[in-house]
C-alpha cells in the first residue's frame, strides 16, 4: 500500500535534498526550456522553433539547388541573349516566377503541415476508459476504429497507438515523422516535410509556379537555339557555340516538366474535387468499393467552391505551440520513489491548475490575465538560450543521474503517452521523492491537495499498461 | 520529518479529489471544429446542463466564424497568395483573431460560472483543438460528496 511506501523514504533522497533544491535554484536562473525541444515527433526545429521541419529532410538541399542552378544558368547565358533579340521582360519574368517559387519551397518546408499534438495522459486515459466500458466503439478487439456519419456518410476514424487519440476525419500518421498530421496529403521529399493542411497551399503554389518557371526557362532556351540556329548556323552548330552547359539546363527541364506538369495536373484534380493524395491512392471515396456507394463528404460538389476552399480558406492556426515555454516545474508529492506515482503528477505537471485548491483557482482565475494559458506560463525568461538544435533530442533522453531516473527510464515505454511538454523527467523524481521538499514550498494548501492527487489518477493508467 | 509525514499520510485520506472530463468533437458536419453538445454524465450534480451547452455553443458558434468560408476569407487567401505568403508573417489572420477571443471567453467563463462550481474549463488550443477539457475540483470542505466513479474504482483497487 501507498502508505508503507511513503514512509520508506530513501534516505538517499533525503541527502540529495540540498542538491534536489540547488539544481532547482539553478535551473529557475537558467532559461525554461520552449515546448519544441521536447517535442516527439522526428523533426527538426530551426530559429528557436519558429521553422520546423521533418528530420527526414530527404533531397530538399537536391531540390534547392536544381532550382537556383537551372535559373542562375539561364540568368547567365539566355537572358544576355533574349533580351538583345527580344525583349527585355524575359529576365524580369523569370525574376518574378524564381522568387515566387523559391518562397513557395521555403513556406512548404518550414511551415507546421498540420501536426497534431499527442493525447495528454489524461485524455488517453478518458479515451481508453470509454472503449473499454461502452464497447460498442469497436465490434472488434485491435485495430480500434470508431464509425461517424459525416454528411451521412460513414466514415471510420482510427484510433493511433502513437499518439493515444482517435484520429480526426482526414488526419493520417506520418510514419517518417511519428506524427498524425491533419488533412494529411502525402509527405514530400522534396520538400522535406509532410504536406498537410496548412502548408498544401504553399505546396500548389509551389508547383504550380514551378511548371511555370520550368516551362518558361524551357521556352527560353529553345527559343535561344533557335534564334542562333536561324543566323545562318546548323543546330548542332549553334548548340557547340553556346556555352557547354546549355545541354544541362535543357535536360533539366525536359525531364522535369513532364513530372512537375503531371504532378500539377494531378494536384489540381485533387483540389477541384476536395480530395488528399492519401485518400486518392486508397480510393477511399471511389465508387469500386463493394457494393456501397461511397462518395467524398468533404466535397462541395462545385469545382470553384472545392478549389476557394483548399486555397483560399482561412488559414488555421498551427496546434503544437512550438514556442511556448515548458510549464515550471512543480513539486510532486509522490513520496517514494515508485514509479506507479510518477506518470500521473507528469501529467499534473502539465496542467498547474490541478496541483491547487479550488480557492487558489479562483484567485488565479480573477487576478491572473492569462490564465486560460496553462501549458505555457507567460513569462519569459530572457536569459539566452544557446543550445544547439541537433544537440537537443540528445539532451531530452539523456538519462539523469538521480534516484528515481531509472525507474522513470523504465516506464517510459509504457508512459509514451506522457504529454509532450513535460518531459523534465530529471526534475520529477528529484521532487517525487523530497517530501521535505514539498513541505517547503510556499503555500500549505498547496502540498495538501497536491498529495491527495496522488491517489486519484493511477486508475487512469491501469489499462494503459 | 517524522512530524511531517504523519501529517501527510493523514492528508491523503481527505476525499478532496480531481477528476477531467472531456467533452469531444463533434465531426458530423464535416472537419470544422465542432464540440458534442451532449452533457457528460460525470457533471450532472455540479452545472446545469443549460449553462454547459450554452458554453459549448457559443464556444461552437466561434469556431464556425473563424472557420467561415466568405468574402473576407477569400479576400485574405488571394491576397496571401498574390504576396507570396509574406503577408502572414506581418499580419494577424481572422482565426488568430477569433482565438484571441474565444480564450477571453473561456476566461470570463471561467470566472463568472465554472471557477464558483468548482470546474475549470481548458482552451481547446491548448489541447489541439481535440477536446474540451473541463477539470473537476472537490471542495475539502464539502468533503466526499460524489466523488466519480473511476476515483472510487481506483481507490478499491488500492
Known sequence: MKNCEYQQIDPRALSVTPLSAQNLGEKKAQSPRRKWEVFPGKNRFFCDGRLILSRQSGVLPLTMGLIVVTCGLFFTFDCPFLVKHLTVFIPVIGGVLFVFVVISLLRTSFTDPGILPRATPDEAADIERQIDTSGSSTYRPPPRTKEILINQQVVKLKYCFTCKMFRPPRTSHCSLCDNCVERFDHHCPWVGNCVGKRNYRFFYSFIISLSFLTSFIFGCVITHITLRSQEGKSLVQAIQESPARYPLCLVICFFSIWSILGLSGFHTYLVASNLTTNEDIKGSWSSKRGAEESENPYTYNSIITNCCVTLCGPMPPSLIDRRGFLPPDEPIPAASASDIELPPFRAKNDANMCTQSTKDVLERVVHSSDFPVLCSPGTPKTTPQVLNVSSRPALTTEPSPSVGCTQQQARQPAATACPPFSRSNKRDSLHSINPAFRLASPSPTLSRTTLILGDAPDTGFNPLH | ?158
Open chain 2, 1 to 158: 520529518m517524522a512530524t511531517e509525514f504523519h501529517n501527510l499520510q493523514e492528508l491523503r485520506h481527505s476525499p478532496s479529489l480531481v477528476t477531467k472530463v472531456f467533452i469531444q468533437r463533434d465531426y458530423s458536419e464535416g472537419t470544422v471544429c465542432r464540440f458534442q453538445t451532449k452533457f457528460p454524465s460525470e457533471l450532472d450534480n455540479r452545472i446545469e446542463r443549460t449553462l454547459l451547452e450554452e458554453t459549448v455553443k457559443t464556444l461552437n458558434s466561434y469556431y464556425a466564424e473563424a472557420e467561415k468560408i466568405g468574402g473576407q476569407s477569400y479576400l485574405e487567401g488571394c491576397l496571401a497568395c498574390a504576396t507570396a505568403y509574406i503577408i502572414f508573417l506581418c499580419m494577424e489572420t481572422r482565426y488568430e483573431k477569433v482565438l484571441r477571443k474565444i480564450s477571453g471567453f473561456i476566461q470570463e467563463q471561467n470566472e463568472k460560472i465554472y471557477a464558483p462550481r468548482g470546474l475549470l474549463l481548458t482552451d481547446p488550443i491548448e489541447r489541439g483543438m481535440r477536446v474540451l477539457e473541463i477539470s473537476v475540483f472537490e471542495d475539502r470542505g464539502s468533503g466526499g460528496s460524489s466523488p466519480s466513479s473511476t476515483m472510487s474504482s481506483g481507490s478499491s483497487a488500492r
